[in-house]
């Protein structure tokens, strides 16, 4: 069974992915690490992320693999370059390729086939799994959104002002939306799943009700 859990930054997705995915036995696919990736090799091998034909070459030859929670590509361990401002700025310019999207969204395909699978990203219940079996859309207010990511960056040391990160937040939501290909919207059939006012114990529970009723119902 393929679950999908599509929204923007700061919903607390992945996190409730992640336990989704852990709470079921389920295997988890964190989408947004194979952009991350694909952009933290561009930046390494110093390839503008603007420039559409070199990225597209270097994500259709990348090999993207995980493994006990980190992420290789071509067997590089490219964990630590995943969550800095550059390639968080790259991954969200290099998303709007489609040389970029298809090769990622075969990669994807290939990992989630004949699995029980949980997959997070922004377009995994719209483009990449149409026809799976539960799909969610989680959403959150857009300053509580902003404040979570905050909080996140202050429990590492870095301060950084709300209205920046506000500011950044709604581009890449901008970019992310507007995009022709694979835009950031629910699936006709997602469940949305609001997690302004509640926290990630909450959300998946709600989820994993919902996921074991579809599993005994299948
Ligand atoms: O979820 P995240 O912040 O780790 O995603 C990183 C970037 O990749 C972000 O700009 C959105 C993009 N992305 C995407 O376009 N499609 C996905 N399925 C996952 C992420």
């Known amino acids: 069974m393929i679950v999908t859990i599509d929204g ?39 390839i503008d992320p603007m ?9 259709q030859s990348l090999t993207i693999t995980f493994d006990e929670g980190r ?7 490219v964990t630590g370059e995943l969550r800095t401002a550059e390639t968080t700025q790259a ?25 029980h699978i949980v997959c997070e990203g922004r377009d995994q219940g719209t483009v990449a799994f149409p026809h799976a079996a539960c799909k969610f859309f989680l959403t959150a207010d857009p300053e509580v959104r902003a404040l979570r990511r905050q909080q996140e960056l202050a429990s590492q040391g870095t301060d950084v002002p709300l209205a920046k990160l506000l500011a950044e937040q709604t581009a890449r939501d901008q970019r992310d939306e507007n995009r022709e290909i694979a835009p950031l919207i629910p699936a ?31």
């Open 51 to 59: 420039d559409t034909a070199s990225v597209g070459q270097l994500a």
């Open 188 to 218: 006709p059939d997602a469940q949305i799943i609001d997690t302004t006012a509640s926290d990630i114990e909450e959300v998946v529970t709600r989820l994993e009700a919902i996921v074991r009723s579809k599993l005994e119902s299948a």
């Open 71 to 77: 992420t290789f590509a071509a067997g590089r361990d």
């Open 91 to 115: 991954a969200s310019l290099i998303a709007q390729n489609p040389d970029v999207r298809s090769a990622l969204i075969d990669a994807q395909r290939r990992i989630a086939d004949e699995r």
């Open 8 to 46: 923007p930054a700061g919903t607390g997705k992945s996190t409730t992915a992640r336990q989704l995915a852990n709470r079921l036995g389920f295997e988890y696919l964190d989408t947004g690490a194979m952009y991350r990736a694909v952009a933290a090799e561009c930046l390494r091998r110093s």
